[in-house]
């Protein structure tokens, strides 16, 4: 899958929003990736969870591992693509964590899998979990790396869509971005 064809799919869907956004790292932008809208549609899931299942199927990891709500759905599907077990991590008290009885087993290899990265938080503490459980973490793929591929995770990062996207802090902004009402969609 190309890039073009992905921002297509993000534009056709609507889930490319311009405007003035707070991200879950807290910095600005005017462009957020609603990933949800776009992967409401079956054919447009398996069609991206297969891109991202195949730079990880050589690596062959017997899990694979999302951060909720946005890894849910596109994390799910890549396990299937690839016929592995799949868990997720999931906020407890402020902080991701394995709940539900998931468990890593010690030497468990896993690959991370997201729907969006600016600065890779949730990517970082999903390795974590592993880590911390004994597990190794073999790569990460996302969706869409709005780092333009500056973000480094010390493992093989994999995207379908790289961006150089304008974040800004919250007293940084410039003017035009900050005559508008900023939203902050997605999860909390």
Do not use: W
């Not at 990933?35 to 398996?46: D, G, I, N, R, S």
């Amino acid at each position: 899958m190309t890039s073009e064809e992905l921002m297509r799919i993000f534009r056709e869907t609507g889930a490319l929003l311009e405007g003035h956004f707070i991200l879950r790292s807290g910095l600005h932008s005017r462009q957020y990736f609603q990933c949800a809208l776009a992967l409401q549609q079956m054919p447009v899931v398996e069609r991206l969870g297969a891109a991202l299942a195949e730079p990880l199927r050589p690596l062959a990891p017997a899990t694979i591992i999302a951060p909720a709500m946005g890894g849910l759905v596109i994390g799910q599907e890549v396990a299937r693509q690839l016929r592995c077990r799949f868990i997720f991590a999931e906020k407890e008290e402020g902080r991701l964590t394995l709940r539900r009885g998931f468990r890593i087993a010690p030497g468990e290899r896993l690959a991370v899998v997201e729907d969006v990265v600016t600065q890779g938080g949730r990517v970082r503490e999903t390795m974590d979990i592993v880590r911390n459980a004994g597990g190794v973490v073999l790569a990460v793929a996302v969706l869409v790396d709005r780092s333009n591929g500056t973000v480094d995770f010390g493992v093989p990062f994999y995207s379908l869509l790289r961006l150089q996207v304008e974040a800004f802090p919250p007293d940084q902004l410039p003017p035009d971005l900050a005559a508008l009402p900023a939203v902050k969609p997605g999860s909390r």
